[in-house]
């Protein structure tokens, strides 16, 4: 019951952006990636709190961050690219030789902005700490609500006609078999539990949700 309630705002959010959507102009939409990095800065943040906090001993909680977010990522890339390659394929843009290697670069691209917004609110957190400030948690939450709405809107927006396509929809359904497959390994790796590998390794992209929920559900 707990997750549901802590789920309604995030729905209330993200249908206001469906229905208010009518009404507000589509160039909204390109928010959508800044809103995704500062998250990503403010996710950085927090984690600073743990990795420099001298008192934790974290060095078990980063080999399994590690462990599950590099095996994740790697399968989930492997996946992307094959869906890329026969994407391109299939439209007979792909070539040979520097193009495979541009689309290989493209593909690597947005991960390695991700990890360095990341890194960098690691040492926004370092300063902030040497300057005794501290940033409140609601501007993060702001921050989530925001981007949702905007993805309502985006949804309004969306001609389903052609998003949906079959090639299309078979990218979630890679990116959904690489997760529960990396899930699975992680489990074996390092003697886990199947259901909880599975549930942290199946965020989907959704960092801002999965790891709340899972949270909620495994701490003691």
Known sequence: MSILLSLLPILLALISGIVLGKFLPKSIIRLINPLVWLLLLFIGYQFGEVFLDEKNAISQTLYYALIFSGINSLLCFIAVYIWRWQHHKSQRQLAKGSHSFSLLLSSLKEPVIALGIVALGIVVFALTKQL?????????????????????????????????????????????????????????????????????????????????????????
């Open 132 to 220: 005794n400030w501290s940033i409140d948690g609601l501007i993060i939450d702001s921050l989530l609500y925001t981007l949702i709405f905007v993805v309502g809107v985006d949804v309004r927006h969306l001609d389903f006609r052609i998003s949906l396509s079959g090639k299309t929809l078979l990218l979630p359904l890679f990116v959904v078999i690489a997760s529960l497959l990396a899930g699975l390994i992680c489990s074996l790796i390092l003697n886990e539990n199947l259901p909880l590998s599975l549930a942290i390794s199946s965020g989907f992209g959704w960092f801002t949700l999965s790891g709340v929920l899972v949270a909620s559900e495994v701490s003691p």
